[in-house]
């Protein structure tokens, strides 16, 4: 990840907002500042408000279960992928 960011600084590798795959332009704002690389936290919080409409608080409460990497804390990615549907953003590709 962080060497994809590096690449894509020094114009080694093609930007991309967030992935050539996954491409979403909603995505530009959020993921411009790190070259299309999502490197930090803030990012993870960002995302979730724009791709599926989530309050700030929910936001974090999403990144916290990232975080702790249990899939015991993930009912929370259901409703984010429910609502990133709502809202145009196609899940066909996603795991």
Known sequence: MVDNFIDRKHGREELSYPDVQWQHESLKPVL???????LYQEQVMQIAQVLSG?????????????????????PNSVPFLKRARKRTVSTANWR
């Open 32 to 38: 411009e500042p790190t070259y299309g690389i999502i």
């Open 54 to 74: 989530y309050t700030l608080g929910g936001a974090d409460m999403l990144r916290r279960a990232m975080g702790k990497k249990s899939r015991k804390r993930w």
